[in-house]
């Protein structure tokens, strides 16, 4: 199983949007709404920011919003903080009933 | 609240064992699927292995299938990961994860990190 595509940097200044690409393929991003995001700071454990493509968990900023279209979820973080600087990863189910996660991507606020 | 912790990390030479343990708490742990997740050093997450709510369904990534099992004692709130035939590949800090919705780990471990060298 191939991990799915991310970009490996994306940057944006405080209060702008930026939005984060994971492509996969019809057996996993395109093939079900398992979709889910997150994120990672340096030394920390990972996580949940969004899950099953657009559903924000309690206490997570709505900020924070998820959406999929055909084989590529994207994961929108608009008025950006210095606190989102972070890694963000994404993770689908796949047909072989494993999971997969993207190649990640780093957010820089400048 | 809920909490997973880790044990069972440590330096370890190729091609031997090693078992992790994840001791759960807070949550009804024989109600929830769990996983293991790793991250190489400077490298992004890997899944590595999911196991049911009853210890009846397992499934692996193909980069450990046939070396590592997962298995669970639910009288205990405790996931296991034994990892034989270790190579230096599989040096990662080790995140047990609690399945939310059957695609989601919505609570995580702190990490185990299993280094594998000579």
């Known amino acids: 199983q191939s991990a799915l595509t991310q970009p490996a940097s994306v940057s944006g200044s405080p209060g702008q949007s930026i939005t984060i690409s994971c492509t996969g393929t019809?057996?996993?991003?395109?093939?079900?709404?398992?979709v889910s995001w997150y994120q990672q700071h340096p030394g920390k454990a990972p996580k949940l920011m969004i899950y099953d493509v657009t559903n924000r968990p309690s206490g997570v900023s709505n900020r924070f919003s998820g959406s999929k279209s055909g084989n590529t979820a994207s994961l929108t973080i608009s008025g950006l903080q210095a606190e989102d600087e972070a890694d963000y990863y994404c993770?689908?189910?796949?047909?072989?009933?494993?999971?997969?996660f993207g190649t990640g991507t780093k957010v820089t606020v400048l | 609240q809920v909490q997973l912790v880790e044990s069972g990390g440590g330096v370890v030479q190729p091609g031997r064992s090693l078992r992790l343990s994840c001791a759960a708490s807070?949550?009804?742990?024989?109600?929830?699927?769990m996983h293991w997740v790793r991250q190489a050093p400077g490298t992004g997450l890997e899944w590595v292995a999911v196991?049911?709510?009853?210890?009846?369904?397992?499934y692996y990534a193909d980069s450990v299938k046939g070396r590592f099992t997962i298995s669970r004692d639910n009288s205990k709130s405790t996931v296991y990961l034994q990892m034989n035939s270790l190579r230096a590949e599989d040096t990662a800090v080790y995140y047990c994860?609690?399945?939310?919705?059957?695609?989601?780990?919505?609570?995580w471990g702190q990490g185990t990190l299993v280094t594998v060298s000579s």
């Open positions: 019809s057996s996993d991003v395109g093939g079900y709404n398992f």
């Open positions: 196991i049911s709510d009853d210890g009846g369904n397992k």
């Open positions: 993770s689908s189910y796949t047909s072989s009933s494993t999971y997969v």
């Open positions: 994860a609690r399945d939310l919705t059957g695609s989601t780990w919505d609570y």
């Open positions: 807070g949550f009804t742990f024989s109600s929830y699927s």
